[in-house]
C-alpha cells in the first residue's frame, strides 16, 4: 500500500463519484442521439404498396430544428379560432408537435394516419412526433401526462373519456371547427350530431368525431344454415333460441358475448336497456334498476347461460374474449367492432367466408345498438392550439378518410364520407356504415352523463349478471345490490 | 512502517477538535448520502404526495380541494372493498404457504447429489426470468377453455365439458394462486440453497451419529439454519405478492363477481375513472398491513 | 445428505426433479410451441405439439417489429440502473454496517419501508417529478425511476452481505495503513464479489422485466422496452400471441445467460452471508 494512496483514498470516493455522474450525464447526452439516427424503424414493411411509398418522405424532418423560436407568442389561443388558413398560421411552441393516435389492430391503419399527420407537418414545415398509443392504455398514459404538465398537444380519444376530460375543463372547446369542417363537407351525419351534442358537455363541443366504433353482430352461416337458421335473428330471443338448437358443446357455443367486467361486457346494459330497463331515470340523478323490465332481461340472460349457452370463462374474458372464440371457430355469435374481421382477412379466409353480418338484435321493448364515436380532442394547457385545429382540417379530408376506412375498423362521420367505397363493398363496413346512421346514441335512452359513465366503467351491469351465473344469488338480491351501488355512484355526482 | 507513521501523523486523534468518532460519522452520512437522496427524491416524496392526495377530490386535471376523510369514508361503506380485503390476505398467505412448503421441499431436493444439478437449479430460475405479464398471459392461455394446454389435456383424458378455470368462484383465487406461485417460486428456492450452504456439514455428522431421524436432522438443524433467510423471503416476497397487479389483472380483472378483486387492481379501476383522490386511498388503506407485517419481521430478525 | 443416499431414495429424487421439470417447464414449453405457430394454426387447431412449426413469428419480431431495438433499450436501461444503484448501495450498505452514528438505525429503517410502497402509489407523483426535470419519454428517466425499487432491495441485501463478513480482515488492514475506504475496495468487496454478483443479477432481472412505469412514462416506440413492446403486442381486443410468446422467448435470452455465467456466484453470493443478515 503506498501513500499515494492512502492520502487520496477519499478522493478516489469523490473521484468515483464524479466519474458515476459524469457517466449518467454521458448517458443522457447520448441516448436521445441514438434513437434519432434510426427514425424510419417504425415504418413498418408490411408489402402494403401504400406504405412502401410513403417510407421515404417520413425519415427526412427528423433532424430536430435547433429551438430559436421567437417568443411572439400565438394570438390567444381562443378566440381566434375561426382563423384556419394555413398561411396565417401561428409559429410552433416548443421543439415538436406531438400528437397520440389511437392504435387499433389494423397496421395499415395506424401507418396511414401517422403518415399523414407527418405529411401535415412537412406541408407545415413543422417538426411532428405522432405516436400510436395502445387504446387499452390511453387513460392512464393522459391522465399522468396532464398531471404531469406535459400532455401532447391534440389526441386522439373514446367519447366517456372526451366526457370525463371535459367536465375538468381539459379540452378546448371547438365548436366553430366543428362547424367549419361540417360545412366542408355536406354537414354531420345526424346521429354524430347527436352525440356531439354540447349539452352532454358542458355548452360546448370539446372534440371533432373521426369515425364510429361499435359492434355488429357475426354469424356463423355454416352452423347457423345447418340448423335451419338461414337469417339474421332479429331478437335477442331468436337469438338465444337459434344458439341452443345450432350448438354443439363442447365444439361450439352459441353466445359468444362478454359477461366480464371488461367494456365488450358493458354490452349486457344494452342488453338490458332493449328489454326496457333503464340504469337512471330521466333526470339522470336517480337510479331505477329496481324494475320489472330489468328482471325480465335478467331472467332471459341467466336461463341462456344456465343452458350452457355461454362459452366457459365469458365471466371472466378480457378484450379479446369474444375474439378468440370467434377465432377459434367455437362460438356462432358474438358482437365485436370489427378486429375479428381484419384478423379473418389476414389470417382465416374460410372463416371469413362463413361469417355474415347484421345489426344487435332488438328486446322486447326496442332495439339499442350504440353508437361509439371517437374524436380527436385538444388539450387545454397546448401551446399550438390552432397549428391542432388546423391539422384536425387536414385529417378530414374525403380522400384520405375514405382510404383510412377501408383499412380501419369505423363507420363515416361525415355525409360526405358515406360514399367511400369500402362501405358499398365490404359487408362488415357495410354494417359499421349502417350503425352509423341507424344505431342509437351513446348511453340512450339513459341519460348521457358522467354518472352514467363512471356506472359503464365500474361494469355495474356484469357484475349483477356475474351475481347470479357466479355467486349464485336469487335475481332480487342481485338488483338490490346493484341499485345500491348504482346510486352511491350517481350521488357523487349529486352534490 | 514509514507510511503507517506518517498516517497517524497526519490524522491525529485531536486536530481541529475532529475525533475518529466524527470522521467516522461524517463518512458515513457521506456514503449513505446518495442512497438516502435518491430515495428522498423517488420514493419518500411521491409518498407523502399520495397520502395527501388520498384527502382530497383530486381528479386528473383539476385542483385538489381537501375533503378530509371522505374518500376513506366512500371506500369502506363499499361491500367490494372487504371482499378486497379478504382476497388480497388469502392471496398473499395462500401464495406465501405454498412458496415456503414448496421452496423448503424443491430446495432440499435440489441440494441432493443429483446428476446435472446445475442444470436443474438453472431450470428453477426459468419463470423468474421472463417479464411477469408474460408469465400471467401464458397461464390465462393454459386455463382458457378455447385453446388452453390444461382443457385439451382434460378433453383428451375424456372430459365431457371444459373446465372454467377463471371463471367460476371456485376455481378463481385458486387458480391465481397457482399462478402466482409459479412465477414466484424461484427466488425462494435460489435463496434457501444459498443458505443451505451455510450450514456446518459437521452438525449433520454429530446428529446422524447421535442417531436421529430424517426428520429430526430437518426440525433441529436446517430449520433453523433457515430461519432468517426465510424471514427475510417472507417479508421481500409478501411485499411482491400484495402489490403485484398483473396477476389478477391479467387473468381474470378482478372477476368473477369480484372473486378475486385485490387492492391494486381496485385501485386502477378508480384510476379508470381519472379520481386520482379515490385510488390514493385504496393503495393508502393497504399500508396498515403492511406496516404490521414488516413491523413483526424485523422483531423477529432483530431476536437473532 | 452426506451419506451416499440409498437406491430407493434416488428413484424418488430424480422421480420429484422430473415431476418439477414438468411443472416449471410445461408452460415454457406451450410458449414456445405457440411462437412457432401461425395464427390460424393457435386458435383453429389447437395442439400440444408444434404442428406446422414456422419461423414467421419470429421473422416478424426483428425484422417489421424491430424488436432489436427494444433490446437494446432494455439492455441500456437495465444495465445503468443496476450498476448505480449497485455501487451507491455498497457505499450504502457499507456506512449501515461499519460505521456508527446519530440515525444509523432510523436511516437503514427508511431504506426497507421505501422498499414497501406500492408503486400504483408513486407513479402520478413520479411523472410530475419526471416532467419537471424534462425526463419523460427518455431512457434517462426510466434509468431514475428504476433506482425506487433497485436501491432499496441493494442495499438491503448487500448489509445482509457485509454483516456476514467478519470486520477482522478489515481492521486488520486498517492497522497495516488502510483507510476505511481502502478497507472497502480492498478486503470487503473482494469477500463479498460474490454476493455483489447475486445482487447485481437479482437488481437487473427486475429491472429487466419491469413494466408499469416505462408503460407511464415511455411513449416514443422507438425508446420502448422489452416489456413494453411485448404489451403493444396486445392491440387493442387482439392478442398477437405468436409475436408475444416469440418475444418472451428471445426476451428471456439474456437473462438466463446471466444467470448461467453467475450461476455459481449466485448460490454462492447468497450463501457467503447476505440470507444469515
Given at each position: 500500500?503506498?501513500?499515494?494512496?492512502?492520502?487520496?483514498?477519499?478522493?478516489?470516493?469523490?473521484?468515483?463519484?464524479?466519474?458515476?455522474?459524469?457517466?449518467?450525464?454521458?448517458?443522457?447526452?447520448?441516448?436521445?442521439?441514438?434513437p434519432?439516427?434510426q427514425p424510419a424503424q417504425q415504418a413498418q414493411?408490411?408489402?402494403?404498396?401504400?406504405?412502401?411509398?410513403?417510407?421515404?418522405?417520413?425519415?427526412?424532418?427528423?433532424?430536430?430544428?435547433?429551438?430559436?423560436?421567437?417568443?411572439?407568442?400565438?394570438?390567444?389561443?381562443?378566440?381566434?379560432?375561426?382563423?384556419?388558413?394555413?398561411?396565417?398560421?401561428?409559429?410552433?411552441?416548443?421543439?415538436?408537435?406531438?400528437?397520440w393516435g389511437?392504435l387499433?389492430?389494423?397496421d395499415?391503419?395506424n401507418k396511414?394516419?401517422e403518415?399523414?399527420?407527418?405529411?401535415?407537418?412537412?406541408?407545415?414545415?413543422?417538426?411532428?412526433e405522432v405516436v400510436m398509443v395502445n387504446?387499452?392504455?390511453?387513460?392512464?398514459?393522459?391522465?399522468?401526462?396532464?398531471?404531469?404538465?406535459?400532455?401532447?398537444?391534440?389526441?386522439?380519444?373514446?367519447?366517456?373519456?372526451?366526457?370525463?376530460?371535459?367536465?375538468?375543463?381539459?379540452?378546448?372547446?371547438?365548436?366553430?371547427?366543428?362547424?367549419?369542417?361540417?360545412?366542408?363537407?355536406?354537414?354531420?351525419?345526424?346521429?354524430?350530431?347527436?352525440?356531439?351534442?354540447?349539452?352532454?358537455?358542458?355548452?360546448?363541443?370539446?372534440?371533432?368525431?373521426?369515425?364510429?366504433?361499435?359492434?355488429?353482430?357475426?354469424?356463423?352461416?355454416?352452423?347457423?344454415?345447418?340448423?335451419?337458421?338461414?337469417?339474421?335473428?332479429?331478437?335477442?330471443?331468436?337469438?338465444?333460441?337459434?344458439?341452443?338448437?345450432?350448438?354443439?358443446?363442447?365444439?361450439?357455443?352459441?353466445?359468444?358475448?362478454?359477461?366480464?367486467?371488461?367494456?365488450?361486457?358493458?354490452?349486457?346494459?344494452?342488453?338490458?336497456?332493449?328489454?326496457?330497463?333503464?340504469?337512471?331515470?330521466?333526470?339522470?340523478?336517480?337510479?331505477?334498476?329496481?324494475?320489472?323490465?330489468?328482471?325480465?332481461?335478467?331472467?332471459?340472460?341467466?336461463?341462456?347461460?344456465?343452458?350452457?349457452?355461454?362459452?366457459?370463462?365469458?365471466?371472466?374474458?378480457?378484450?379479446?374474449?369474444?375474439?378468440?372464440?370467434?377465432?377459434?371457430?367455437?362460438?356462432?355469435?358474438?358482437?365485436?367492432?370489427?378486429?375479428?374481421?381484419?384478423?379473418?382477412?389476414?389470417?382465416?379466409?374460410?372463416?371469413?367466408?362463413?361469417?355474415?353480418?347484421?345489426?344487435?338484435?332488438?328486446?322486447?321493448?326496442?332495439?339499442?345498438?350504440?353508437?361509439?364515436?371517437?374524436?380527436?380532442?385538444?388539450?387545454?394547457?397546448?401551446?399550438?392550439?390552432?397549428?391542432?385545429?388546423?391539422?384536425?382540417?387536414?385529417?378530414?379530408?374525403?380522400?384520405?378518410?375514405?382510404?383510412?376506412?377501408?383499412?380501419?375498423?369505423?363507420?363515416?362521420?361525415?355525409?360526405?364520407?358515406?360514399?367511400?367505397?369500402?362501405?358499398?363493398?365490404?359487408?362488415?363496413?357495410?354494417?359499421?356504415?349502417?350503425?352509423?346512421?341507424?344505431?342509437?346514441?351513446?348511453?340512450?335512452?339513459?341519460?348521457?352523463?358522467?354518472?352514467?359513465?363512471?356506472?359503464?366503467?365500474?361494469?355495474?351491469?356484469?357484475?349483477?349478471?356475474?351475481?347470479?351465473?357466479?355467486?349464485?344469488?336469487?335475481?332480487?338480491?342481485?338488483?338490490?345490490?346493484?341499485?345500491?351501488?348504482?346510486?352511491?355512484?350517481?350521488?357523487?355526482?349529486?352534490? | 512502517?514509514?507510511?503507517?507513521?506518517?498516517?497517524?501523523?497526519?490524522?491525529?486523534?485531536?486536530?481541529?477538535?475532529?475525533?475518529?468518532?466524527?470522521?467516522?460519522?461524517?463518512?458515513?452520512?457521506?456514503?449513505?448520502?446518495?442512497?438516502?437522496?435518491?430515495?428522498?427524491?423517488?420514493?419518500?416524496?411521491?409518498?407523502?404526495?399520495?397520502?395527501?392526495?388520498?384527502?382530497?377530490?383530486?381528479?386528473?386535471?383539476?385542483?385538489?380541494?381537501?375533503?378530509?376523510?371522505?374518500?376513506?369514508?366512500?371506500?369502506?361503506?363499499?361491500?367490494?372493498?372487504?371482499?378486497?380485503?379478504?382476497?388480497?390476505?388469502?392471496?398473499?398467505?395462500?401464495?406465501?404457504?405454498?412458496?415456503?412448503?414448496?421452496?423448503?421441499?424443491?430446495?432440499?431436493?435440489?441440494?441432493?447429489?443429483?446428476?446435472?444439478?446445475?442444470?436443474?437449479?438453472?431450470?428453477?430460475?426459468?419463470?423468474?426470468?421472463?417479464?411477469?405479464?408474460?408469465?400471467?398471459?401464458?397461464?390465462?392461455?393454459?386455463?382458457?377453455?378455447?385453446?388452453?394446454?390444461?382443457?385439451?389435456?382434460?378433453?383428451?383424458?375424456?372430459?365431457?365439458?371444459?373446465?372454467?378455470?377463471?371463471?367460476?368462484?371456485?376455481?378463481?383465487?385458486?387458480?391465481?394462486?397457482?399462478?402466482?406461485?409459479?412465477?414466484?417460486?424461484?427466488?425462494?428456492?435460489?435463496?434457501?440453497?444459498?443458505?443451505?450452504?451455510?450450514?456446518?456439514?459437521?452438525?449433520?455428522?454429530?446428529?446422524?451419529?447421535?442417531?436421529?431421524?430424517?426428520?429430526?436432522?430437518?426440525?433441529?438443524?436446517?430449520?433453523?439454519?433457515?430461519?432468517?433467510?426465510?424471514?427475510?423471503?417472507?417479508?421481500?416476497?409478501?411485499?411482491?405478492?400484495?402489490?403485484?397487479?398483473?396477476?389478477?389483472?391479467?387473468?381474470?380483472?378482478?372477476?368473477?363477481?369480484?372473486?378475486?378483486?385485490?387492492?391494486?387492481?381496485?385501485?386502477?379501476?378508480?384510476?379508470?375513472?381519472?379520481?386520482?383522490?379515490?385510488?390514493?386511498?385504496?393503495?393508502?388503506?393497504?399500508?396498515?398491513?403492511?406496516?404490521?407485517?414488516?413491523?413483526?419481521?424485523?422483531?423477529?430478525?432483530?431476536?437473532? | 445428505?452426506?451419506?451416499?443416499?440409498?437406491?430407493?431414495?434416488?428413484?424418488?429424487?430424480?422421480?420429484?426433479?422430473?415431476?418439477?421439470?414438468?411443472?416449471?417447464?410445461?408452460?415454457?414449453?406451450?410458449?414456445?410451441?405457440?411462437?412457432?405457430?401461425?395464427?390460424?394454426?393457435?386458435?383453429?387447431?389447437?395442439?400440444?405439439?408444434?404442428?406446422?412449426?414456422?419461423?414467421?413469428?419470429?421473422?416478424?419480431?426483428?425484422?417489421e417489429m424491430d424488436f432489436?431495438t427494444n433490446?437494446?433499450n432494455?439492455?441500456?436501461?437495465?444495465?445503468?440502473?443496476?450498476?448505480?444503484?449497485?455501487?451507491?448501495?455498497?457505499?450504502?450498505?457499507?456506512?449501515?454496517?461499519?460505521?456508527?452514528?446519530?440515525?444509523?438505525?432510523?436511516?437503514?429503517?427508511?431504506?426497507?419501508?421505501?422498499?414497501?410502497?406500492?408503486?400504483?402509489?408513486?407513479?402520478?407523483?413520479?411523472?410530475?417529478?419526471?416532467?419537471?426535470?424534462?425526463?419523460?419519454n427518455?431512457?434517462?428517466?426510466?434509468?431514475?425511476?428504476?433506482?425506487?425499487?433497485?436501491?432499496?432491495?441493494?442495499?438491503?441485501?448487500?448489509?445482509?452481505?457485509?454483516?456476514?463478513?467478519?470486520?477482522?480482515?478489515?481492521?486488520?488492514?486498517?492497522?497495516?495503513?488502510?483507510?476505511?475506504?481502502?478497507?472497502?475496495?480492498?478486503?470487503?468487496?473482494?469477500?463479498?464479489?460474490?454476493?455483489?454478483?447475486?445482487?447485481?443479477?437479482?437488481?437487473?432481472?427486475?429491472?429487466?422485466?419491469?413494466?408499469?412505469?416505462?408503460?407511464?412514462?415511455i411513449t416514443s416506440p422507438d425508446l420502448r422496452t422489452?416489456?413494453l413492446a411485448?404489451?403493444y403486442?396486445?392491440?387493442?381486443?387482439?392478442?398477437?400471441?405468436?409475436?408475444?410468446?416469440?418475444?418472451?422467448?428471445?426476451?428471456?435470452?439474456?437473462?438466463?445467460?446471466?444467470?448461467?455465467?453467475?450461476?455459481?456466484?449466485?448460490?454462492?453470493?447468497?450463501?457467503?452471508?447476505?440470507?444469515?443478515?
Amino acid at each position: 500500500m503506498n501513500q499515494s494512496h492512502t492520502r487520496f483514498a477519499h478522493p478516489i470516493i469523490l473521484a468515483a463519484i464524479v466519474a458515476l455522474l459524469a457517466l449518467a450525464l454521458a448517458a443522457c447526452a447520448q441516448a436521445p442521439a441514438a434513437p434519432a439516427q434510426q427514425p424510419a424503424q417504425q415504418a413498418q414493411a408490411t408489402a402494403a404498396p401504400a406504405a412502401k411509398q410513403a417510407e421515404a418522405p417520413t425519415a427526412a424532418p427528423k433532424a430536430a430544428q435547433p429551438t430559436s423560436a421567437p417568443a411572439a407568442a400565438q394570438p390567444t389561443a381562443a378566440s381566434a379560432s375561426a382563423g384556419g388558413a394555413s398561411g396565417a398560421l401561428p409559429k410552433l411552441q416548443g421543439d415538436k408537435f406531438v400528437y397520440w393516435g389511437g392504435l387499433i389492430f389494423s397496421d395499415k391503419a395506424n401507418k396511414m394516419f401517422e403518415d399523414r399527420v407527418k405529411e401535415w407537418g412537412k406541408q407545415r414545415n413543422i417538426p411532428v412526433e405522432v405516436v400510436m398509443v395502445n387504446q387499452n392504455e390511453t387513460v392512464q398514459k393522459v391522465s399522468a401526462a396532464i398531471q404531469a404538465g406535459n400532455a401532447p398537444d391534440a389526441f386522439d380519444l373514446g367519447r366517456d373519456f372526451m366526457l370525463q376530460l371535459n367536465a375538468q375543463n381539459q379540452l378546448v372547446p371547438l365548436d366553430d371547427l366543428y362547424k367549419k369542417i361540417g360545412d366542408a363537407h355536406g354537414g354531420w351525419l345526424d346521429p354524430v350530431t347527436k352525440a356531439t351534442d354540447p349539452k352532454t358537455f358542458n355548452g360546448k363541443i370539446p372534440g371533432i368525431p373521426f369515425g364510429v366504433g361499435g359492434n355488429v353482430l357475426f354469424r356463423r352461416t355454416d352452423a347457423l344454415k345447418a340448423a335451419g337458421f338461414d337469417k339474421a335473428p332479429d331478437t335477442w330471443e331468436e337469438l338465444s333460441k337459434e344458439a341452443a338448437a345450432a350448438q354443439k358443446p363442447p365444439k361450439t357455443f352459441g353466445m359468444g358475448f362478454a359477461l366480464s367486467n371488461v367494456g365488450d361486457g358493458n354490452l349486457t346494459t344494452q342488453m338490458m336497456q332493449a328489454w326496457g330497463g333503464r340504469v337512471a331515470d330521466d333526470t339522470g340523478k336517480k337510479c331505477t334498476i329496481d324494475s320489472p323490465e330489468t328482471r325480465a332481461f335478467l331472467k332471459w340472460i341467466t336461463d341462456a347461460y344456465a343452458q350452457n349457452l355461454f362459452p366457459p370463462g365469458v365471466t371472466t374474458w378480457d378484450g379479446a374474449g369474444d375474439n378468440n372464440a370467434y377465432q377459434s371457430g367455437q362460438a356462432l355469435f358474438i358482437a365485436n367492432t370489427g378486429s375479428v374481421s381484419i384478423w379473418m382477412q389476414q389470417n382465416d379466409k374460410e372463416l371469413l367466408d362463413a361469417t355474415k353480418y347484421s345489426v344487435l338484435p332488438a328486446g322486447p321493448k326496442m332495439r339499442i345498438s350504440t353508437q361509439n364515436p371517437q374524436y380527436r380532442g385538444i388539450w387545454a394547457n397546448s401551446k399550438n392550439k390552432e397549428l391542432a385545429k388546423d391539422l384536425m382540417e387536414f385529417l378530414a379530408d374525403d380522400k384520405f378518410m375514405a382510404d383510412y376506412y377501408a383499412n380501419a375498423i369505423y363507420g363515416p362521420v361525415l355525409k360526405s364520407e358515406q360514399s367511400a367505397s369500402i362501405f358499398q363493398t365490404s359487408e362488415v363496413h357495410k354494417g359499421l356504415a349502417d350503425l352509423a346512421v341507424n344505431g342509437t346514441a351513446p348511453a340512450y335512452p339513459d341519460v348521457d352523463n358522467a354518472a352514467f359513465a363512471e356506472y359503464q366503467n365500474n361494469f355495474l351491469t356484469p357484475k349483477m349478471v356475474q351475481k347470479i351465473v357466479v355467486d349464485k344469488k336469487g335475481i332480487d338480491d342481485a338488483i338490490k345490490e346493484t341499485q345500491t351501488a348504482c346510486q352511491t355512484i350517481y350521488d357523487k355526482y349529486n352534490k | 512502517m514509514a507510511e503507517q507513521a506518517q498516517t497517524t501523523v497526519q490524522q491525529p486523534a485531536a486536530t481541529g477538535g475532529m475525533t475518529l468518532r466524527r470522521r467516522n460519522a461524517i463518512l458515513g452520512w457521506l456514503l449513505v448520502a446518495p442512497v438516502v437522496l435518491t430515495l428522498v427524491v423517488l420514493v419518500v416524496y411521491p409518498f407523502f404526495y399520495a397520502i395527501w392526495i388520498s384527502f382530497t377530490d383530486q381528479m386528473v386535471g383539476s385542483e385538489a380541494k381537501f375533503v378530509g376523510l371522505e374518500n376513506y369514508a366512500y371506500l369502506f361503506h363499499q361491500p367490494v372493498f372487504w371482499t378486497t380485503v379478504w382476497n388480497t390476505v388469502i392471496l398473499v398467505v395462500a401464495v406465501q404457504a405454498l412458496k415456503l412448503v414448496f421452496g423448503l421441499g424443491i430446495s432440499l431436493l435440489l441440494n441432493q447429489p443429483l446428476r446435472g444439478r446445475w442444470m436443474w437449479r438453472g431450470m428453477v430460475l426459468l419463470p423468474w426470468a421472463m417479464p411477469a405479464f408474460v408469465a400471467y398471459i401464458t397461464w390465462k392461455l393454459l386455463y382458457a377453455p378455447i385453446a388452453g394446454a390444461f382443457n385439451m389435456i382434460l378433453l383428451d383424458l375424456g372430459a365431457q365439458n371444459y373446465v372454467d378455470f377463471l371463471g367460476t368462484k371456485e376455481l378463481a383465487m385458486p387458480s391465481v394462486i397457482v399462478a402466482t406461485f409459479w412465477r414466484g417460486f424461484p427466488f425462494w428456492v435460489i435463496s434457501f440453497l444459498a443458505a443451505l450452504q451455510t450450514i456446518p456439514n459437521e452438525l449433520y455428522e454429530a446428529a446422524a451419529i447421535d442417531g436421529a431421524s430424517a426428520w429430526n436432522r430437518f426440525w433441529h438443524i436446517t430449520l433453523p439454519g433457515l430461519r432468517h433467510v426465510i424471514l427475510l423471503v417472507l417479508l421481500l416476497s409478501t411485499i411482491w405478492t400484495a402489490n403485484s397487479f398483473e396477476n389478477v389483472w391479467l387473468l381474470t380483472q378482478g372477476g368473477p363477481s369480484d372473486a378475486t378483486m385485490t387492492f391494486p387492481v381496485l385501485a386502477y379501476y378508480s384510476l379508470q375513472n381519472l379520481r386520482l383522490g379515490e385510488a390514493a386511498s385504496v393503495s393508502v388503506a393497504m399500508l396498515p398491513i403492511f406496516a404490521i407485517l414488516a413491523f413483526i419481521v424485523i422483531k423477529l430478525m432483530q431476536e437473532d | 445428505m452426506l451419506t451416499r443416499p440409498s437406491r430407493a431414495q434416488r428413484i424418488l429424487n430424480y422421480t420429484l426433479v422430473a415431476l418439477l421439470g414438468v411443472f416449471i417447464l410445461f408452460p415454457v414449453y406451450y410458449m414456445a410451441i405457440i411462437s412457432l405457430k401461425t395464427p390460424r394454426a393457435i386458435y383453429r387447431e389447437p395442439s400440444l405439439l408444434p404442428d406446422g412449426a414456422t419461423l414467421q413469428n419470429y421473422a416478424q419480431l426483428f425484422g417489421e417489429m424491430d424488436f432489436l431495438t427494444n433490446f437494446r433499450n432494455s439492455l441500456l436501461v437495465a444495465t445503468v440502473a443496476t450498476v448505480i444503484s449497485v455501487f451507491i448501495a455498497v457505499l450504502a450498505a457499507y456506512s449501515l454496517v461499519r460505521l456508527k452514528y446519530r440515525f444509523r438505525n432510523a436511516v437503514g429503517r427508511l431504506i426497507l419501508l421505501t422498499y414497501l410502497t406500492p408503486a400504483a402509489l408513486l407513479f402520478i407523483a413520479l411523472s410530475v417529478i419526471m416532467a419537471r426535470i424534462g425526463l419523460t419519454n427518455t431512457l434517462q428517466g426510466l434509468m431514475f425511476v428504476y433506482l425506487t425499487f433497485a436501491t432499496p432491495l441493494s442495499t438491503w441485501l448487500l448489509m445482509g452481505f457485509f454483516r456476514g463478513i467478519p470486520p477482522d480482515l478489515e481492521e486488520q488492514a486498517m492497522v497495516d495503513g488502510a483507510t476505511r475506504l481502502q478497507s472497502l475496495w480492498l478486503v470487503l468487496i473482494p469477500l463479498s464479489a460474490p454476493g455483489i454478483v447475486a445482487v447485481t443479477v437479482l437488481t437487473f432481472t427486475s429491472a429487466w422485466n419491469e413494466l408499469l412505469y416505462a408503460l407511464i412514462l415511455i411513449t416514443s416506440p422507438d425508446l420502448r422496452t422489452v416489456p413494453l413492446a411485448l404489451n403493444y403486442f396486445i392491440t387493442g381486443d387482439v392478442f398477437r400471441w405468436g409475436l408475444i410468446m416469440a418475444g418472451a422467448v428471445a426476451a428471456a435470452v439474456p437473462v438466463m445467460v446471466l444467470y448461467y455465467l453467475a450461476q455459481r456466484f449466485m448460490v454462492q453470493g447468497l450463501a457467503t452471508g447476505g440470507v444469515k443478515g
